[in-house]
């Protein structure tokens, strides 16, 4: 995939489709390290063992329409592209934890791209799910809970068309004033 | 045109696949990113990739290619060869670059 927002995104689904209450995605830019990381936590049913077992595989999947599946080994290829390694835990019952790591400045790591659409998307379209976005950048540390945004809201839906206008206004400008120093 | 005709003309070296059915060849894609290759690749496309994991069979099984080329020397992984016999995908291996493969192709009007 063109950026890593679109594998965030597409990891999140997962999690969705693991009928998940809570997602917690954490994204953490260390430059001085050189380390690009992040992390998706669910509390999802977990994977099975003989899927779990052959998780990068692309013929490995739950689909039932077709017999491959790429999310994963998609992104696996791209961490090992780039000098890091895709580890994923998972436990019935409890949930799944992912969590891909490369070079930051690695020629081949994909930009980050529109990660503020991809968590506009998922809480929007998955209105009834706890998501938890933090982003680190060096020091630097954001975090949007979607839960305080529903405290205030009082009622009013997250897919009405002004919270959606202030919740990509509110996350754009978070994660621009990261990077200022 | 069909594949082994292709096979013969190009000059590639065969390393899965080797027992199916010959397909014909319409087109070509060209494309290392598979996310990408697998949003705009048509039926009996030839694929021209540097890529040799075992994930472009994956991506070749979904679209229904004729065939995956893979360019520059790089060589096919052997769990990628595996499936593609499982898979019935052929798989050629060539020296010459994507640059110079697409344009033998062109020259043979695909």
């Known amino acids: 995939m063109k950026e890593l927002s679109l594998h965030i995104l597409d990891i999140a689904q997962n999690s969705v489709r693991a009928n998940a209450s809570k997602i917690i995605i954490n994204i953490s830019e260390n430059i001085k390290k050189n380390i690009f990381q992040f992390s998706i936590k669910d509390n999802g049913s977990g994977i099975e063992s003989d899927i779990f077992k052959n998780i990068k595989n692309p013929f490995t999947t739950t689909r039932t329409t077709r017999k491959v599946g790429l999310g994963i080994p998609f992104l696996n290829d791209t961490c090992r592209l780039c000098n890091g390694n895709l580890l994923i835990e998972t436990e019935i019952g409890k949930g799944t934890y992912l969590e891909a790591t490369m070079e930051y400045n690695n020629i081949d790591r994909p930009p980050l791209g529109n990660i503020v659409s991809t968590v506009v998307g998922l809480v929007i379209s998955n209105e009834k799910i706890h998501f938890v976005y933090i982003h680190k950048y060096n020091e630097k540390t954001f975090e949007f809970d979607v839960n305080t945004i529903k405290e205030i809201l009082d009622g009013i839906p997250l897919t009405d068309f002004k919270v959606i206008e202030w919740l990509e206004n509110y996350l754009t400008e978070n994660v621009i004033q990261l990077k200022i120093k | ?110």
């Open chain 2, 1 to 110: 045109m069909n594949i082994s005709t292709l096979n013969d003309l190009l000059d590639l070296k065969q390393v899965g696949g080797n027992k199916l059915e010959n397909r014909i060849v319409e087109g070509c894609i060209v494309g290392d990113l598979l996310s990408v290759v697998m949003g705009k690749a048509k039926n009996n496309n030839i694929w021209v990739t540097i890529q040799s994991h075992v994930n472009i069979i994956a991506v070749a099984s979904l679209i229904d290619i004729s065939g995956i080329i893979i360019t520059e020397g790089f060589k096919a992984d052997v769990e990628t060869i595996e499936k593609a016999n499982e898979e019935n995908i052929k798989v050629f291996e060539s020296n010459l670059s994507t640059y110079e493969i697409a344009k033998q192709l062109v020259k043979l009007d695909i």
